[in-house]
Nanobody, 124 residues
């Protein structure tokens, strides 16, 4: 089992940057692909980005491509989301999630473990 905890959210002006962190505890962090999802009020949870177990494969949603960067440090059991050029439409609760399957998944139902989320608010 894996426990996940997000941090780094906050309030930022449009055009600014934030770096989210997700700390994982439990066994075998390197056996899980990791994803970031977000959920805005009144909307469904949506895929943002995901990274494979080794970090060799990454996928981004079109809405964040070129602005967000995911990375992981298996030695520290951490995954990061660097968010640049933030827009008001990026405002949401951001969640990290862990998935045991080999392929990168964009469907949140495929993920086995979730953190509680961290709020990101981008003002215009």
């Amino acid at each position: 089992q894996v426990q996940l905890g997000e941090s780094g959210g906050g309030l930022v002006q449009a055009g600014g940057s934030l770096r989210l962190s997700c700390a994982a505890s439990g066994r075998a962090f390197s056996e899980y692909a990791m994803g970031w999802f977000r959920q805005a009020p009144g909307k469904e949870r949506e895929f943002v980005t995901a990274i494979s177990k080794s970090g060799g494969s990454i996928r981004y949603a079109d809405s964040v491509k070129g602005r967000f960067t995911i990375s992981r440090d298996n030695g520290k059991n951490m995954v990061y989301l660097q968010m640049d050029s933030l827009k008001p439409e990026d405002t949401a609760i951001y969640y990290c999630a862990a998935d045991r399957t080999v392929l990168i998944q964009t469907n949140p139902a495929a993920y086995d473990y979730w953190g509680r989320g961290t709020q990101v608010t981008v003002s215009s």
